[in-house]
């Protein structure tokens, strides 16, 4: 498969400010004081010291095993914290659930339960009324709206079995706006996809940004990270963090990755790491 553009993430008025609003006393979106993680003796994150404003696109960048996955799983609340501080939105991570969306790398349709589109997306509703309570306007309009805004219409009785990758992926980012979440976490979401989907995945997170929402992505592409707001390079710990034109030097990134870094005229990082080959991590996917 060829490689295609990746869609830029554009901010309303060309420009990005992400500072807090100083009128307002309003916690920030995310905020990380000496945080880890283990998994039994492994150390998948440890140290992090971090603060996301509300309604910024951040981008966590590193290779893989740097802890990227295991920050969302952290932040939505899958994973337990082993030390340190985190509060989502002034909140402990398991009493912001409701406010949170978290769109994994790689959902497994599961064959067992043979869901169709249009009930993968009004599972979104569910965080808000629990899977028993009937649906209310609101809701309903919640689920149309999400549906229209990934192009999924013709999809929505057709069973995730019968779904492209492509397909599947705007259904479960489509379920997460349902959901109507004040921080949405979207892990690896455009990664190998057709470029439809990159298209409408790109343009929902501009939205959702321009709604207020804060998102959080994981990226392994240099391109990618480099239109987000904030970038958090990540190699286990953080590396280095803010704006994408002061992490994404070679120096930063040879200490995330390992070896030598060289950044090429049209955007291509070349990874020179020994005993292995060259590792291009383009502008483009």
């Known amino acids: 498969m060829g490689t295609v553009p990746t869609p830029p993430l554009r901010s309303p008025s060309g420009s990005v400010d992400v500072r807090p609003d100083s009128r307002t006393t309003a916690p920030p979106a995310l905020l990380m004081s000496g945080l880890g993680v283990d998994y039994g003796t492994h150390r998948a994150v440890r140290d992090v010291d971090l603060t996301v404003p509300t309604g910024a696109v951040v981008a966590i960048i590193g ?8 920050l969302l799983s952290t932040i939505s609340g899958l994973a337990r914290p082993t030390r340190g ?13 409701r406010r949170v ?8 349709a599961n064959e067992a339960v043979p869901l169709t589109v249009r009930e993968t997306v009004k599972m979104g ?12 306007a609101a809701d309903r309009a919640a689920i149309d709206e999400a549906v229209e805004r990934m192009r999924i219409g013709d999809l929505l009785d057709r069973q995730l079995l019968e779904l492209s990758g492509g397909q599947r992926q705007r259904a479960y980012v489509a379920q997460a706006l349902a959901q109507r979440a004040d921080v ?3 892990d690896e979401p455009i990664t190998g996809l057709d470029l439809v989907t990159q298209e409408t995945i790109t343009e929902v997170i501009d939205a959702e940004r321009s709604r207020g929402a804060t998102v959080v992505l994981t ?3 240099v391109g990618t990270a480099q239109l987000a707001d904030l970038v958090v390079l990540m190699a286990t710990r953080v590396v280095a963090s803010g704006p994408p034109a002061e992490v994404l030097t070679p ?4 200490t995330a990755y390992g070896g030598h870094v060289h ?3 049209d955007g291509t990082v070349v990874l020179d790491e020994a005993h292995h080959h060259d590792h291009r991590h383009h502008d483009q996917l």
Do not use: W
């Open 63 to 70: 290779p893989n095993g740097s802890g990227k996955s295991t």
């Open 85 to 97: 501080r985190l509060e989502v939105l002034g909140l402990q991570p398991r009493n912001a659930r």
């Open 101 to 108: 969306a978290h769109v994994l790398q790689t959902t497994v």
């Open 125 to 136: 509703c569910y965080g808000r009324l629990g899977p028993f309570r009937p649906l209310r």
């Open 184 to 186: 949405i976490l979207l």
């Open 219 to 221: 990226t392994h592409d």
């Open 251 to 254: 120096p930063h990134l040879a």
């Open 263 to 265: 950044m090429l005229d």
